[in-house]
């Protein structure tokens, strides 16, 4: 979906009592989804066309970002946004295998990452 309709999506859900505006961060989709923007770049769209609702992502994957980068795009979109950011985060998963396409995937996690998602690793 491209910037623009989500946050026209958005205004109109601010409009009809809607709490909140969030947006998956993946880099693969399945049917019926063909292409999704940025979640980043749509949330600083919606973020400008709206004035009340809460946004955010609703689960970035630390394990395919900058982490300085996430920082600065974070504060950055929390002040656009006048403090209405709810920053979702986790590890990801490799279920659909985007992670692994763009080799992030760590071969080995660390002890915490593996008892945090009862992997076993």
Not at 1 to 21: F, K, Y
Not at 78 to 83: K, M
Not at 85 to 112: H, K, M
Request: with cysteine; net charge positive; charged share 20%.
């Amino acid at each position: 979906m491209e910037p623009r309709l989500l946050a026209e999506l958005a205004q109109s859900a601010e409009r009809n009592g809607w709490d909140g505006s969030f947006l998956w961060d993946h880099l693969s989709h399945r049917p019926p989804v063909r292409a999704v923007a940025d979640p980043w770049v749509a949330l600083a769209a919606i973020a400008y066309a709206t004035e009340r609702i809460r946004l955010g992502p609703l689960v970035t994957p630390l394990s395919r970002r900058r982490v300085h980068k996430l920082a600065r795009e974070t504060v950055t979109l929390d002040h656009l946004s006048a403090g209405r950011l709810t920053l979702g985060v986790g590890l990801g998963s490799s279920g659909s295998g985007e992670i692994e396409r763009f080799g992030r995937w760590p071969t080995r996690a660390s002890g915490r990452a593996c008892s945090m998602t009862g992997s076993g690793c």
